[in-house]
């Protein structure tokens, strides 16, 4: 692993975190270190409590971080300040377990929320950005519909139509098809994989779904808080671009 | 960073029994202000409506007088004194003294305020009375009040239906010759014009020339207040010289201190005020917890603190808005059916409407502000 390559998106190293003080405190990461490149699938897994999360929330800027060095999307997370974690955090396209989408807005409307951070954005061009992703995702014809009246599969798509749409510079997921079965899964992960080999935007997703292993690049293993494997994934950015995807030719098709 | 889609209105409307019951208690509070703040005041302009239609800029009564039913006699002769000025246009006297009114129709005593006014120049302006004070003249004639409470009998149904109107007022025999808008309150029911002959002729013990009231008109584009010090200083300690404002001052400072009043319905328009601050700040509250794990969400994504303070503060905005029309509407309607009944000046002024919507937002704010507090327990790192 290269932790000095200037190009990486993620790039740390000597990362140690633990919760609480004194006597009970307790650690969760041990001398971490890790890189990811841009345009790079990296699965991260690992049993229950071994760290991903909290892997995870660190580089996303929602926990301070303690020890070591840190740097994601050229912003150096040590001693970073509130308001240059939430600037990191709105390049960052965050596709979470559960969905939470907003119950009282329709799908077209959760997705075109995003773009409330990006002012530069119009009204009119957030709209159309949003109904073309929406439409990649599969959800052209239930674009107006409440989520409420979505299934669990329809509203995972919706969330990563909400993640994307604001052109990312990475993406971080967690466990995004824990809650479905596994054909939903299965499209959720190939819809991922699409959409970010096509923009070019890596993605860290933490996952214990083994039907989905094949996607990544690169499968970084956690075991009580270090990192004891990383292997080659069967899928790479290099050999085989938008692998996974046959199955969807409109998603390659359009750009968003 | 601010919301292109309306994000706090359908946050809102997705819930329409909470929205219904979230306007229902603004409005609830938006008519309580209304009616506690306009009896308040109604209560306070009753006292004075005598003492606003003075004809003139100055008045001037005994120096020891301190309310209408506390007044002192002074000497017409000081009032005259001030015919000589050049500044003064006129000046006009008024005899008053509570009478005893004898039921016609039941023959029940009641006490009813009299006043004895000029009859050959305006010296009260009440809407319309210039066409009385001829028949004013009369020997045992006299006005009266239309807005005085019932208890004096239909005088009001029996002129409307053209009879005659005869009774006894102090035990004399008195014939209506018209009515005229003056007004019940604290401590008067009703009021009597009479001419100064009739007015001696009804309270024998009173002398020509001890009056209780004195109008000094001035010619136009004097200064009041240099006239008025230029007066008190003419007259002496006898008397006070006073403007219309002062006059009317005085006497609520009395029926501010001696009654509860302003302390009742200063304490009412609070309570509308908490009513609608509690009502809000539940429903607020309930459905900042309620979003909790959204808000976390937006937080993880970049929202910024500041952005979802805005989307709850704008449903406070929102509700004030849509609780202080349909209220504003309701308080109308009473404050129109409490008029014909109480015969009490209620009016929805401008200015307390203003001072209302001010109050209404203020209490969405200050319960929006305290719902939001409850925003900082949503921490993004729990979201993953």
């Known amino acids: ?256 | 960073m601010s919301q292109r889609i309306p994000l706090s209105w359908l946050q809102l409307k997705h819930e329409k029994m909470k929205l219904f019951a979230a306007v229902a208690g603004v409005m609830v509070s938006v008519v309580l202000m209304w009616m506690q703040l306009g009896l308040m005041k109604a209560l306070f302009a009753s006292a004075v409506v005598f003492h606003g239609s003075m004809n003139g800029e100055l008045v001037i009564v005994h120096s020891q007088y301190e309310h209408l039913l506390h007044s002192k006699v002074f000497s017409s002769r000081l009032l005259y004194r001030l015919r000589g000025s050049p500044d003064v246009k006129d000046v006009y006297s008024v005899y008053l003294a509570p009478g005893e009114w004898k039921n016609p129709w039941n023959g029940e005593m009641r006490s009813i305020q009299c006043y004895g006014i000029e009859t050959d120049s305006v010296s009260l302006k009440l809407p319309g009375i210039e066409q009385h004070l001829k028949q004013l003249r009369n020997t045992d004639v006299f006005l009266y009040d239309r807005m005085a409470r019932p208890r004096f009998g239909d005088v009001v149904g029996a002129v409307e239906r053209r009879e005659p109107v005869e009774l006894e007022l102090n035990r004399r025999r008195m014939s209506l010759t018209g009515v005229v808008d003056l007004g019940a309150s604290f401590g008067v029911d009703g009021n009597v014009l009479v001419s100064h002959a009739n007015f001696l002729r009804l309270f024998p013990e009173r002398k020509s020339g001890e009056i209780d009231v004195g109008v000094v008109k001035l010619r136009p584009g004097i200064s009041v207040v240099s006239a008025q010090k230029q007066f008190q200083r003419v007259l002496g300690k006898e008397v006070q010289v006073l403007t219309v404002e002062q006059f009317k001052e005085l006497e609520l400072i009395y029926w501010r201190s001696a009654t509860p009043i302003g302390i009742i319905f200063t304490a009412g328009t609070v309570v509308g005020f908490f009513i609608g601050f509690i009502v809000v700040y539940q429903i607020l509250y309930t459905d900042v917890t309620n979003h909790l794990p959204q808000y976390a969400t937006m937080k993880a994504m970049g929202f910024s603190d500041g952005y979802l303070y805005q989307l709850v503060l704008g449903q406070s905005v929102q509700l004030a808005t849509m609780g202080f029309i349909p209220g504003s509407l309701i308080a109308a309607a009473m404050y129109a059916g409490l008029r014909k009944v109480t015969q009490l000046p209620l009016y929805m002024e401008p200015m307390r409407g203003v001072f209302l919507i001010f109050a209404t937002i203020l209490m969405c704010t200050f319960s929006g502000m305290l719902a939001v507090r409850k925003l900082r327990s949503a921490d993004p790192a729990d979201v993953f």
């Open chain 1, 1 to 256: 692993m290269k932790t000095d390559d200037a190009n990486a998106v993620i790039n740390g190293a000597g990362i140690n975190f633990s919760f609480g003080q004194g006597e009970l405190r307790k650690q969760i990461l041990f001398d971490v270190e890790l890189a990811i490149q841009p345009g790079e699938i990296v699965l991260l897994t690992g049993p229950s409590g071994s760290g991903k999360t909290t892997l995870l929330t660190l580089i996303a800027g929602l926990r301070k971080l303690q020890e070591g060095r840190l740097d994601v999307l050229g912003h150096s997370l040590h001693n970073a300040s509130q308001t240059d974690l939430l600037q990191l955090r709105r390049k960052i396209g965050f596709i979470f377990q559960a969905h939470n989408l907003l119950p009282y807005l329709t799908a077209l409307q959760n997705v075109q929320v995003m773009f409330d951070l990006q002012p530069g954005v119009t009204i009119e061009e957030g709209r159309e950005r949003a109904t073309r992703i929406l439409q990649q995702v599969g959800l052209g014809e239930r674009m107006n519909y409440h989520v409420s009246r979505l299934s669990g599969g329809q509203k995972q798509r919706v969330a990563i139509a909400r993640a994307l749409v604001g052109r990312p510079e990475l993406v971080l997921a967690d466990e995004p098809t824990a809650a479905l079965d596994g054909t939903s899964g299965r499209e959720i992960v190939n819809l991922l994989q699409g959409l970010a080999r096509e923009q070019k935007r890596p993605i860290l997703m933490v996952t214990h779904d083994v039907r989905v292993l094949d996607i990544a690049d690169r499968i970084i293993e956690m075991q009580d808080g270090h990192l004891t494997a990383s292997s080659r994934g069967s899928s790479s950015a290099e050999n085989h671009p938008a692998k996974g995807v046959q199955n969807e030719p409109d998603i390659a098709a359009v750009t968003f």
